[in-house]
């Protein structure tokens, strides 16, 4: 069973410019969420999806958005690049959006604004 | 607000000693509990979990117990190997439902022959 998929896995952006980050959750998965991680915040949730609907959202600016579509699949987008979008950005998928479930990372894209 | 607190490191141990790393957590409602592990260039992974009072989580031999009382899920491991080195996060979920996960910072253990 394929895990969790994130592309692309290294991007370099200038400040100003935007960005899309995909992400394909194990199949069967319907949940999938997104965070943010750095050196000095550490993990951050950004937003979750379950069944194309956004179920919850973090303490993030608006630049950042994400969708979900009918297969599942997800993206986030971070408009306007500043240096401190500099991250590791994670997904995660789960079989349903409940409490106490495991959740299944990819290896993240790590993006670097210039 | 919900938050969770984490022993800071590095922790450096030699191999077969005995491991704790701290954890206590803010939260409303009552959220399960995790441990997360990440090896280097991997992503995140699940090591263990409970999701009520007095449950004990275990797995390859790592063990914690969700004490609401003094709201901590400290993790231990009796004999640490040096491919136990990774980074730990600790961390809970909402609760109420919903799969928003408050991480701790991280503890990078360390394990040397």
């Known amino acids: 069973k394929a895990g969790v998929t994130q592309t692309p896995r290294y991007l370099i952006k200038t400040r100003g410019q935007q960005v899309t980050l995909s992400c394909s959750p194990i199949?069967?998965?319907?949940?999938v969420s997104w965070y943010q991680q750095t050196p000095g915040q550490g993990l951050q949730f950004l937003f979750e999806?379950?069944?194309?609907?956004?179920?919850n959202k973090g303490n993030f600016p608006g630049r950042f958005s994400g969708r979900q579509f009918s297969n599942s699949r997800s993206e986030m987008n971070v408009s306007t690049l500043e240096l401190g979008d500099s991250a590791l950005y994670l997904c995660?998928?789960?079989?349903?959006?409940?409490?106490?479930?495991?959740?299944?990372f990819g290896e993240g894209s790590r993006l670097t604004v210039l | 607000g919900d938050s969770v607190t984490q022993m800071e490191g590095p922790v450096t141990l030699s191999e077969e000693a005995f491991l704790t790393i701290n954890c206590t957590y803010t939260a409303t409602g009552y959220p399960s509990l995790f441990w997360y592990v990440q090896y280097p260039g991997e992503g995140l992974q699940l090591l263990l979990k409970a999701t009520k009072a007095d449950d004990k989580g275990s797995n390859k031999g790592f063990e914690a117990t969700y004490r609401k009382e003094t709201t901590s899920f400290h993790l231990e491991k009796g004999s640490v190997q040096v491919s136990d080195s990774a980074v730990y996060f600790c961390a809970h979920d909402l609760g109420g439902g919903g799969n928003k996960l408050t991480f701790g910072t991280g503890t990078q253990l360390k394990v040397e022959l």
């Open positions: 199949s069967g998965h319907r949940s």
């Open positions: 995660a998928s789960n079989v349903a959006s409940g409490a106490g479930g495991e959740l299944f």
């Open positions: 999806y379950f069944s194309e609907t956004q179920r």
